[in-house]
């Protein structure tokens, strides 16, 4: 059974750090690309990063550009995000997903991890 | 960017009813387009994906329609599990975009 896992949310003042990770299982991690999307409270869905099977193909969204770094590590199975100035509006539920191959269908989600960003 | 134009935002209907659903793209995303099915509480689900496709276990009262600008979902006979947030995603260049979401709700 495909399963992916969110952990490493939390709260987080302005201007602060954290790091995202999301446990794959269930399917060959390292054949598959993948996202991040997050959805900020009673909002709609917002794309954040996706990174290629390989990890040398990343894209990110223009609200996160040069403060998000999306990685993966095929060894262990584990995709992660860092998130540096982190601003109050990125507060959210940040859903890890799987491609539907290299593409950018997300086919499996996790069941996401809330970033609160607040003083 | 490509802005994906959601309509509309709430759709009121009862059980057995027929749901159309329309997504328009500000420029040609060709068939890569894919609806995606949310509940409360719930991460999505991939429900339609290049336009027309069927997800992996989805129900055959969903099929999606159209290319270019013009999309649409439609469910066929409402059930009771269906009613739920719907968005439009693109992924024919980046960034990928969501549409706002349609809320569909029991009349």
């Known amino acids: 059974e495909v399963q992916v896992l969110e ?6 003042q302005p201007g602060g750090s954290l790091r995202l990770s999301c446990a794959a299982s269930g399917f060959t991690f390292s054949s598959f690309a993948m996202t991040w999307v997050r959805q900020a409270p009673g909002k709609g ?16 969204g223009d609200s996160v550009k040069g403060r998000f770094t999306v990685s993966r590590d095929n060894s262990k199975n584990t995709l992660y995000l860092q998130m540096n100035s982190l601003g109050v509006e990125d507060t959210a539920i940040y859903y890890c997903a799987k491609g539907k191959g290299q593409n950018s269908i997300f086919d499996y989600w996790g069941q996401g991890a809330l970033v609160t960003v607040s003083s | 960017e490509i802005v994906l134009a959601q309509s509309p ?17 500000s420029q040609s995303v060709s068939i890569y387009l894919a ?7 719930q991460a999505p689900r991939l429900l339609i994906y290049e336009a027309s496709n069927r997800a ?16 649409t979902l439609t469910i066929s006979s409402l ?12 992924r024919q260049d980046w960034p990928i975009t969501f549409g706002q979401g349609t809320r569909l709700e029991i009349k």
């Open chain 1, 45 to 60: 869905l917002e794309w954040v990063s996706y990174i290629g099977n390989g990890a040398d193909d990343t894209h990110y």
């Open chain 2, 9 to 25: 935002a709430t759709l009121s209907l009862s059980p057995g009813e027929r749901a159309t659903l329309s997504c328009r793209a």
């Open chain 2, 79 to 90: 059930e009771p599990e269906d009613f739920a947030v719907y968005y439009c995603q693109q």
């Open chain 2, 56 to 71: 992996t276990g989805i129900p055959t009262r969903f099929s999606g329609s159209g290319s270019g600008t013009d999309f």
């Open chain 2, 35 to 41: 609806w995606y099915q949310q509940k409360p509480g």
């Open chain 1, 7 to 12: 952990s490493g949310g939390g709260l987080v």
